[in-house]
């Protein structure tokens, strides 16, 4: 079976799956000047992966403006230096997670505690350390086809954010939600703070969107708000 490059979710939204089918997932929204914003670059090796499916869409790495990421995990930051150095476009993080950028070190996890130190201390803690240009804060619009807003949804890291684009109503989630086998939470261990990833995903629920793309596992496209809400209810 052909493997898939790139998933159209909206007029100039796109899925990159950069492990497995949707395992591992970044995003290119294009804009009317044919520019591309990437959202997130996969593990160290997604960048041809990422180029691939860009190629699927008829762009190329010299189309590619801008780069966003949700976080600095070494599987959504790991192909982020090499992206910038093939492209030539400046990286975005929220302000909390630069420093982790900028020094290609996760943010401690598991709450502190001996498996979460463990965790970060792992190879596949560490990532290519990568300059990001513009430090990004809550409520942050960026000029993205009509409208890129960031949503600060920490406690998976410290500077975690969830996009969303107005325009097209595609909500990128991050790591805030995962779609493995249905709706569900990241792994504990894999947060900074779970509890807090907890509290703040409810923002998800309270967002107007008809797409909800998640970094990890395939979209909703059925009532995603709906379906969204109906898993964080679960908590209260």
Same mark, same amino acid.
């Not at 979710?9 to 009317?32: E, Q």
């Given at each position: 079976? *052909?493997r898939?490059?790139?998933?159209?979710?909206?007029?100039?939204?796109?899925?990159i799956?950069t492990v497995?089918?949707a395992m591992?997932n970044?995003?290119?929204f294009v804009?009317?000047d044919?520019? +591309?914003?990437?959202?997130?670059c996969?593990v160290r090796?997604?960048?041809a992966?990422?180029?691939?499916?860009?190629?699927a869409?008829?762009k190329?790495?010299?189309?590619v403006t801008?780069i966003?990421?949700t976080?600095?995990? *070494?599987?959504h930051a790991?192909g982020a230096a090499?992206l910038?150095?093939?492209t030539?476009?400046?990286v *975005?993080a929220? /302000?909390?997670?630069?420093p982790?950028?900028e020094?290609?070190r996760?943010?401690?996890?598991?709450?502190g505690?001996t498996?979460g130190r463990?965790?970060?201390r792992?190879?596949?803690?560490?990532?290519p350390?990568?300059?990001?240009?513009?430090p990004?804060a809550d409520?942050?619009?960026l000029?993205v086809?009509?409208?890129?807003?960031?949503?600060h949804?920490p406690g998976h890291s410290?500077?975690?954010?969830?996009?969303?684009?107005?325009?097209? /109503?595609v909500?990128v989630?991050g790591d *805030?939600?995962?779609?493995?086998a249905?709706?569900r939470?990241?792994v504990r261990?894999?947060?900074?703070?779970?509890r807090m990833t907890q509290?703040t995903?409810? +923002?998800l629920?309270?967002l107007d969107?008809?797409?909800?793309?998640?970094?990890?596992?395939?979209e909703?496209t059925?009532?995603?708000?709906?379906?969204?809400?109906?898993f964080?209810?679960?908590?209260?």
């Amino acid at each position: 079976m *052909a493997r898939t490059v790139a998933v159209p979710l909206a007029p100039g939204v796109w899925r990159i799956p950069t492990v497995g089918r949707a395992m591992v997932n970044s995003y290119a929204f294009v804009d009317d000047d044919g520019s +591309v914003t990437l959202v997130d670059c996969g593990v160290r090796r997604a960048p041809a992966r990422i180029v691939r499916g860009l190629a699927a869409i008829g762009k190329t790495p010299a189309d590619v403006t801008r780069i966003v990421l949700t976080h600095a995990h *070494a599987d959504h930051a790991g192909g982020a230096a090499e992206l910038a150095r093939r492209t030539g476009a400046p990286v *975005a993080a929220h /302000r909390a997670d630069v420093p982790y950028a900028e020094s290609g070190r996760v943010p401690p996890q598991g709450g502190g505690n001996t498996v979460g130190r463990f965790l970060t201390r792992l190879a596949g803690g560490r990532f290519p350390a990568v300059t990001v240009a513009r430090p990004l804060a809550d409520g942050d619009v960026l000029p993205v086809g009509g409208g890129l807003r960031v949503v600060h949804t920490p406690g998976h890291s410290p500077g975690h954010v969830s996009l969303l684009h107005e325009p097209t /109503r595609v909500l990128v989630t991050g790591d *805030a939600l995962f779609n493995v086998a249905g709706v569900r939470w990241p792994v504990r261990s894999f947060c900074t703070d779970f509890r807090m990833t907890q509290r703040t995903a409810h +923002v998800l629920g309270e967002l107007d969107y008809d797409v909800a793309a998640f970094t990890h596992g395939p979209e909703l496209t059925d009532q995603a708000r709906e379906q969204v809400r109906a898993f964080l209810r679960r908590l209260r």
